[in-house]
């Protein structure tokens, strides 16, 4: 059964503080995500990886950078939090296309709220 | 790049009866398209995908058809049930390169008893 978690439920934060959300997976996936989503507005790819040290923007990458040292865990830093950034945030993770399997696994979320 | 359009935004029908998710897509390399659910409180889950060498694909209950001329594709749930009721996504994404999916907006579906 796949895994996929994430550091948080929910997450209370002050205008200017970094902040650090982590997302574990257990099936080896080579590919990593993380999304925002809003209300009216769905799922917002932020970043992505497809290998350790590997990263790729989404489209709204502005205000985030992210971190993948080890396969298996993807950060997403959020340098200066900004009230804008108040959002639900969600990590996903797959297998490489090659393998013929796209689904992404997604984990519970983690709420964010930026005062 | 992508762009997804997603429609209707919500959806409410009576048990039983059938609903329909439409979505189109620009870029016409796209050649994956699946479908999620996403429960209230709970994370988006894979329920259906189609690939565009394929027109339609049906499990139990759903549908996903695919018209790749056109550049739209439609989730079909029948004999609906209160347990459809959810947030529904549709999204594309290429093959090779990247495997970013780009997501609709989003439909809530509402199955009145």
């Known amino acids: 059964d796949v895994k996929v978690t994430q550091s948080s439920r929910y997450l209370v934060k002050r205008t200017g503080e970094k902040v650090f959300l982590e997302c574990v997976q257990d099936m080896d996936h080579e590919n990593m995500f993380w999304y925002r989503q809003d209300p009216g507005l769905g799922l917002r790819l932020i970043y992505f990886s497809y290998d350790v040290k590997m990263k790729e923007k989404g489209d709204i990458p502005e205000g985030y950078s992210v971190s993948r040292e080890k396969k298996e865990r993807f950060s997403l830093i959020l340098e200066s939090a900004s009230t804008n950034q108040t959002s639900m945030y969600l990590c996903a993770s797959s297998f490489f296309w090659t393998s013929g399997r796209n689904e992404q696994f997604f984990g519970p979320g983690t709420r964010l709220t930026v005062l | 790049g992508e762009n997804v359009e997603q429609h209707p935004s919500t959806l409410s029908v009576q048990e039983g009866d059938s609903a329909v998710i439409k979505c189109t897509y620009s870029?016409?390399?796209?050649?994956?398209f699946p479908w999620y659910k996403q429960e209230l409180g709970k994370r988006p889950q894979l329920i259906i995908d189609i690939r565009s060498n394929v027109g339609e694909k049906k499990d139990q209950r759903i549908a996903v058809t695919l018209n790749k001329t056109a550049k739209h594709f439609s989730l079909h749930i029948t004999e609906t049930q209160p347990e459809d009721s959810a947030v529904y996504f549709c999204a594309a994404s290429k093959k090779g390169g990247s495997e970013k999916l780009v997501f609709g907006k989003g439909t809530k579906l509402t199955v009145n008893p």
């Open positions: 870029d016409s390399a796209s050649n994956y």
